[in-house]
């Protein structure tokens, strides 16, 4: 297990901690569960976007400035 610490603005840290009461009740580790949740459903949020970015851009393609319409034959005249 890691240990993070960070510092949270004070309006932040008092809706963290309501939430987390509410949903986890006031044992032990209950602050520690809740900002694990949370982190691990914007790290899943986040690869998701990742993954639909790298999708959309395979199935769009990327534009290279063009399409070259010349022939073979043109391009290596032997």
Not at 23 to 31: H, M, V
Not at 48 to 54: I, R, T
């Amino acid at each position: 297990m890691g240990v993070i610490t960070i510092s949270l603005d004070d309006a932040i840290e008092e809706k963290l901690r309501k939430i987390a009461v509410a949903r986890f009740r006031k044992k032990k580790g209950y602050l520690a569960k809740a900002i694990s949740e949370a982190l691990n459903e914007w790290a899943s949020k986040m690869e998701q976007e990742s993954m639909s970015k790298a999708i959309s851009i395979l199935l769009d393609g990327v534009n290279l400035g063009g399409i070259v319409s010349k022939k073979r034959e043109d391009l290596h005249k032997r």
